[in-house]
């Protein structure tokens, strides 16, 4: 697990990207959950996000889990690439498996966030 990230409770990663941008997906964690992705519904660009309030969906053929936005500003970009390829979520959850950039005003949100044995000890404890 990336020692970089920060994760939520509701098991999305957040890695800094500099300028106020993050880049947002879901834990191998919570992918292993859901299983074989099917489809994943991202955000709009432009669109605003407050945290913890849902703004994508992931469909797997277990199930259909919401995303939460882990950070409140606006989606800057979209991973393309799930459109044809959603199983990216399962393979790479960290790396080309990312679903949507947010650029944010106040980075104070992204130290409140887990790290990552704080992450761990949350999926262990609900296990």
Not at 36 to 62: H, N, Q, R, W, Y
Not at 88 to 107: A, C, M, R, T
Request: glycine residues 6%; hydrophobic residues 35%.
């Amino acid at each position: 697990m990336p020692s970089e990230l920060k994760f939520t409770n509701t098991h999305e990663w957040v890695r800094p990207e500099g300028d106020g941008i993050y880049t947002v997906g879901i834990t191998d964690h919570a992918q292993s959950m859901l299983g074989d992705m099917v489809f994943v519904e991202l955000p709009e660009v432009d669109s605003e996000t407050e945290a913890g309030e849902d703004c994508a969906v992931a469909e797997s053929v277990k199930a259909a889990s919401d995303i939460y936005a882990p950070l409140t500003g606006y989606v800057v970009a979209v991973n393309e690439e799930l459109e044809s390829s959603p199983e990216l979520v399962n393979s790479d959850p960290y790396g080309d498996g990312w679903l949507f950039q947010i650029k944010v005003e106040d980075d104070s949100e992204f130290a409140d966030l887990l790290d990552a044995d704080n992450y761990l000890d949350l999926v262990d404890d609900s296990e």
